[in-house]
């Protein structure tokens, strides 16, 4: 188990590869009408797509969270982060009051345990095509993402 926002960023950094983004800013500090769009902008990303996410369960963002982090979804292998992947991701999602929703991009085609990105909206400002997938979380106080992108 994670004990500190100092070890989770550690341990995060551990994936080597693409880019994540990792952070929350409080409800009140965004656009009443736009939380979603201007906290991905705020993170430096674009939130034109935000209408194309869908809502999710809590099981499923960690299960999304987990491979985002320790996949490189362009050629889907695993990472160095695989080992902490799910502690990284519980922690995550453990960051937020129970009435918490979640969001994410992606589709995701299941076999089992495995998930593997089918389609995403993407987030990127990127001039190059990335594979970008994460998780939003909104509770009545905060809003977080944790978000990979790898590069096409």
């Given at each position: 188990?994670?004990?500190?926002?100092?070890?989770?960023?550690?341990?995060?950094?551990?994936?080597?590869?693409?880019?994540?983004?990792?952070?929350?800013?409080?409800?009140?500090?965004?656009?009443?009408?736009?939380?979603?769009?201007?906290?991905?902008?705020?993170?430096?990303?674009?939130?034109?797509?935000?209408?194309?996410?869908?809502?999710?369960?809590?099981?499923?963002?960690?299960?999304?969270?987990?491979?985002?982090?320790?996949?490189?979804?362009?050629?889907?292998?695993?990472?160095?982060?695989?080992?902490?992947?799910?502690?990284?991701?519980?922690?995550?999602?453990?960051?937020?009051?129970?009435?918490?929703?979640?969001?994410?991009?992606?589709?995701?085609?299941?076999?089992?345990?495995?998930?593997?990105?089918?389609?995403?909206?993407?987030?990127?400002?990127?001039?190059?095509?990335?594979?970008?997938?994460?998780?939003?979380?909104?509770?009545?106080?905060?809003?977080?993402?944790l978000w990979a992108m790898d590069p096409l």
């Amino acid at each position: 188990m994670i004990q500190s926002e100092e070890e989770f960023r550690r341990l995060l950094a551990k994936r080597d590869g693409g880019k994540v983004t990792y952070g929350y800013e409080l409800r009140s500090k965004l656009e009443k009408d736009r939380i979603l769009e201007s906290f991905i902008e705020q993170m430096g990303h674009n939130g034109e797509n935000v209408w194309n996410f869908r809502h999710i369960g809590k099981a499923y963002a960690a299960k999304i969270l987990t491979y985002a982090i320790s996949t490189n979804m362009t050629h889907n292998i695993d990472l160095p982060s695989k080992p902490w992947a799910e502690k990284l991701s519980a922690y995550f999602v453990d960051q937020f009051q129970p009435e918490v929703m979640f969001y994410t991009n992606g589709h995701f085609d299941s076999n089992g345990e495995l998930l593997k990105l089918y389609s995403w909206a993407t987030i990127s400002k990127s001039k190059w095509n990335t594979i970008d997938t994460g998780v939003i979380a909104l509770d009545n106080d905060k809003i977080g993402i944790l978000w990979a992108m790898d590069p096409l």
